[in-house]
């Protein structure tokens, strides 16, 4: 229950507050002092205060002091003033100082809760808000408060200040760019470029000179002298994603230039120097390929100096519900529709599902239910969740038939202690007929 400070100095409104807010832990108190003790101990979201406090209890000097010592020690408090039916002026001086609303009196208990209702909503929402801030490393949407993110978050603090060479792991959809561009920003290349290219989407007949460059009529088609993506990121970071994909054939051409931070351009013989910060990012078993000998094994230790480690939607417990709610409000803009949020059933069957497409599924799943929705809310049918495996059994007759064949001879066996004659005939088959499917499914009697 959440807890509410009520600063009033006469008794009588003091319990009629009480009663008022049956809702709410109510703490009273009845001078500055007291209300400031109260505030350190109860850390209270929403206060109720009233400005004329004693030892001035005919003007407003001793509430609006309270109600400045309030904000100073704790800012995000929402303080709802409370004056005389005549005081309009201290009133808009205490919203001035910082209070969050007024309200004058005669007390009217239905008004007055209304109010304080949604002083606790909005306390509610700039919270989480808040904490999404604090925990989002892009604006793209890397949100997270479990262990796994939290450590993830640590380690781009620590890496992006340094030139190592970091090598991010994760799963399709798990946020890898998002990871390497924040690697970029928090650091000192921040005002260069920062040059991403996925090697796994240009035919490994392009993907050298993409990389490279190349020089006037290195080939059919090389009309001009070009800069390749390498040279492009001089001064700022390369993003090589799904090195994991990089022909063989490519690989040591990469490794020769990590090692010598040097470049020749295809049909070049100039070595050109390329400064450059290097970040990678696969979802392959990199020291699988490596033992397979598809993946060079000194071009994996040269590209994981440090590694980090992205987990899969499904194991960040319910980072899942923080981050439909950032993708609802993205949503909602982009729609143009005000949804407020997810139904009940929504939300358990955001947890309950498994994410196979992790981050980049959730967020077309969102965009597609803000989209569909009637209401207010996103319900469950919005978001049209199904486990792939599920609909792939379903769908399969033989599986269906074979399954509730083998169910059906076990429980009849079980009804009727094993007498063969008595099962034949629950099932409404024939002995032969019930030892031939004993047999397919390796039933003992």
Known sequence: MESLLVIEDDLGIQKQLKWCFTDYEVVTAGDRKSAITALRRHEPKVITLDLGLPPDETNASEGLATLQEILSLCPQAKVIVITGNDDKTNALKAIELGAHDFYQKPIDDDILNIIVQRAFIIAKLEAENSALKSTSLDDNGFIGTSPQI?????????????????????????????IARALHQQGARNDKPFIAINCASIPETLLESELFGFEKGAFTGAHKTTKGKIECADGGTLFLDEIGDMPYSLQAKILRFLQEKVIERVGGRQE????????????????????????????????????????????????????????????????????????????????????????????????????????????????????????????????????????????????????????????????PTLYSLMDKYTIQK
């Open 150 to 178: 939290q450590q993830v978050c640590r380690m781009v603090e620590r890496i992006a200040p340094t030139e190592i060479t970091t090598l991010i792991l994760g799963e399709s959809g798990t946020g890898k760019e998002v």
């Open 272 to 431: 050109i120097p390329v400064d450059v910060k290097i970040v990678c990012a696969t979802h392959q078993n990199l020291q699988g390929m490596v033992a397979d000998k598809t993946f060079r094994e000194d071009l994996f230790y040269r590209i994981s100096e440090i590694t980090i480690n992205i987990p899969p939607l499904r194991e960040r417990g319910e980072d899942v519900l923080l981050l439909a709610r950032y993708f609802l409000n993205t949503a909602n803009q982009q729609t143009h529709r005000n949804l407020s949020g997810y139904t009940d059933e929504a939300i358990d069957a955001l947890i309950a599902h498994h994410w196979p497409g992790n981050i980049r599924e959730l967020q077309n799943k969102v965009k597609s239910a803000v989209i569909m929705a009637d209401g207010k809310l996103v319900t469950a049918d919005d978001l049209a969740l199904f486990n792939l495996n599920e609909e792939k059994i379903a769908l399969n007759l033989r599986q269906i038939r074979e399954e509730a064949e083998r169910t059906a001879v076990h429980r009849a066996l079980s009804m009727s202690d094993g007498n063969m004659s008595n099962t034949a005939n629950l099932l409404g088959i024939t002995r």
